[in-house]
């Protein structure tokens, strides 16, 4: 019995002065076949629609899958199709197949993306293979129409970071017929002139390219956040959608080809990546929850228990008071009938007026109308002040044609702007105010409770809890109680978290985070100060500290993302001391005091801001 020996490695030298034959041996379980009897089995191609579906991947004749390429070629599928032309379908049985939906354009930049890339000189400075790299990502793809406005977006962008410059107003001519800019003192060489338009302007491209090259994390919070508001592309629901995909597939390039290669870049773009891909999430949804809120709760208790806003209160100014001027009568024009000659008539034809100009109160003298449209005895009632006296606001005026025919043509009334319809519609001042009744039934909600602090401010998602299981109460618990579960088993809550305190500065220039603000409205004990270190007063609300829970409608618990923020007026819920008062229930011994829980609602929504929100800096 023969024992297989382990054959040496070959030496480098063995390697190079290798020859065949001789030939190695053949493996165990391996066939060698010569290339005379060799077939080639090419690929499966799925001809009918079960082989279709069956077909997971794609394998060739063995059975062996496939390894796509990266790079994707138009007659990939050219086969495919052709035995697809070929097969007919039954003349008794047709199939209509659903077009394909067209693809967006960035799904078609996608299928491509990884690898447009291109090779960058280091040696190059750090602004200038921006610029290069700028011009290589907008010609090395296809752009989509004009009319989806992506290229526009894409120059508010580079003028955003400095990579496009905003050309100036044209300048007025001087006194010798040259231009403002052109007209340049020869003796300005002793430093004493002024800097010109074209020096400010390269002055600002070049700050804005600082700013991007040193913090581009910074400087994609500010775009996404406050200069998107500026600019008004935020209330622009398809520019909220492409500007972050644009910009996103713009910092993948920088990375992928390595544009910075250097740590202290590279490490800050892929920073400003995950600022931006928030955005790609945050700013549709925006539109999203603008869309769904205030919700049928807060509507409802808002018809409840009325507005919570103060009216405003319109005074004069104290210097010029109404009473103290004296303004001379208006003199009323004089009309002189006889300077105004009357218009032609031609009996033979259409009438035509040869002035322009009517007598309008002649025209409204001609018909006498008594008090509120009773018309004088003997005179037509087809044509009054209010309208036909035949019939009332409720019935519409209907004749038929005898009587349209017997009718003076020159009085004719103007056609009915009323018609089934209009009559049938309901009109805005009939619309009842929402209610909770379709949401919550028959409640005691309206005798139990009532309107608490009114609070207007910018908070902070932190997280939405579900609607609660439902749970047996006490025998003697107040109905208070009661309708308060009732409450945290309908609706989900949303708790938020006040915004981070900003410096007063930034309040005082407009900023759009609106501090914490009691209205005038508001009912119940505020403690103002959110640096009190000390015991905080009991059952005071603390707009700087506390958290709040929004009672929502539970569909909506999708549309909610951890971090974004809401400007609204916000209206606590609480236990009305009357009612609770009157309905207490005598309590027997001594236990411990159950903590009640404070609900609130949304009255009206000022704005939705993204998690990363920051306002503009401004330069000193």
């Known amino acids: 019995m023969e024992i297989d020996r382990a054959e040496p ?26 290339f005379l009897s060799f077939r080639p089995s090419g690929i499966c191609v799925p001809i009918d629609d079960d082989d279709e579906d069956r077909a997971t991947e794609e394998i060739d004749g063995l059975g062996i899958p496939t390894i796509a390429l990266r790079a994707k070629h138009a007659t990939d599928n050219a086969e495919r199709k052709k035995k697809k032309k070929k097969k007919k379908v039954g003349g008794s049985q047709q199939v209509q197949v659903a077009p394909e939906k067209p693809k967006t354009w ?3 930049w996608e299928e491509l993306e990884d690898i447009r890339r291109n090779p960058y000189d280091r040696n190059m400075a750090a602004p200038d293979r921006l610029y290069q790299a700028g011009g290589d990502f907008k010609n090395g793809r296809t752009w989509p129409a004009a009319s989806l406005g992506v290229q526009h977006v894409w120059d508010i962008f580079r003028l955003y970071i400095g990579l496009l410059q905003q050309s100036p107003a044209p300048k007025e001519a001087t006194q010798d017929g040259a231009a403002g800019s052109d007209n340049v003192d020869s003796d300005s060489d002793d430093g004493n002139d002024a800097p010109t338009d074209d020096k400010i ?71 400003a990546l995950e600022i931006v891909e928030l955005a790609r999430v945050e700013l549709p949804n925006s539109w999203k929850m603008g869309r769904a809120l205030p919700d049928a709760f807060s509507d409802g208790c808002k018809g409840l228990w009325g507005s919570m806003q103060p009216m405003p209160i ?41 002035n322009p100009y009517v007598d309008i ?80 039934g028959p409640t005691a909600l309206p005798q139990t409770h009532t309107t608490g602090v009114v609070e207007q401010s910018t908070r902070r998602i932190v997280r939405v809890d579900p609607p609660r299981l439902p749970r047996l109460l006490a025998q003697n618990a107040p109905p ?72 929502v409608n539970p569909n909506l618990t999708d549309i909610f993302i951890k971090g974004m923020g809401f400007g ?34 949304m009255e009206q929504l000022v704005h939705q801001i993204p998690s990363f929100y920051i306002d503009k800096i401004e330069e000193d």
């Open 480 to 551: 208070a109680e009661a309708v308060e579960e009732d409450l945290a088993c309908r609706f989900a809550r949303l708790i938020l978290a006040p915004w981070d305190r900003l410096d007063q500065r930034i309040y005082e220039a407009g900023s759009d985070v609106l501090p914490p603000s009691v209205l005038s409205t508001s009912r119940g004990q505020v403690v103002m100060d959110e640096e009190e270190d000390g015991e905080p007063t009991p059952g005071a609300h603390r707009p700087w500290k506390d958290e709040i829970a929004v009672l």
């Open 314 to 354: 319109w005074t004069l100014p104290a210097d010029s008071p109404s009473d103290s001027i004296d303004e001379p009568d208006m003199k009323r024009p004089k009309l002189d009938d006889t300077e105004s000659p009357e218009p032609e008539i031609c009996l033979d034809g259409p009438a035509v007026l040869e």
């Open 201 to 271: 302007e390269d002055q600002v491209e070049d700050n804005r390219l600082e700013i991007f090259l040193n913090d581009p994390e910074l400087s994609m919070k500010l775009f996404f956040s406050s200069h998107f508001r500026e600019r008004g592309l935020i209330w622009s629901e398809p520019r909220c959608v492409a500007t972050p995909i644009l910009v996103s597939f713009f910092l993948r390039y920088l990375i992928r080809s390595r544009v910075f290669p250097e740590p202290e870049y590279d490490r800050l773009i892929r920073r």
């Open 568 to 601: 609204a007026i916000w209206v606590e819920i609480v236990r009305d001391k009357e009612a609770e008062d009157s309905s207490a229930a005598p309590k027997k011994g001594k236990g411990k005091k159950k903590e009640v829980p404070k609900y609130w609602y």
């Open 106 to 108: 960035w799904e078609v």
């Open 361 to 440: 109160a002649a025209e409204l003298n001609s018909v006498p109308v008594s008090e509120w449209g009773a018309t004088e005895a003997g005179q037509d009632t087809t044509m009054e002040g209010w309208g036909p006296a035949k019939d009332s606001w409720d019935n519409i005026a209907t004749h038929s044609a005898d009587e349209d025919k017997d009718k003076d043509t020159a009085h004719e009334p103007a056609p009915e702007i009323w018609d089934a319809s209009t009559a049938e519609a309901p009109a805005t001042w009939d619309l009842e105010p929402p209610t909770l009744l379709p949401l919550m």
């Open 9 to 34: 490695a070959l030496t480098l030298e063995a390697a190079q002065m290798l020859r065949f034959p001789p030939f190695p041996t053949v493996p165990d379980g391996v066939e060698l076949i010569s």
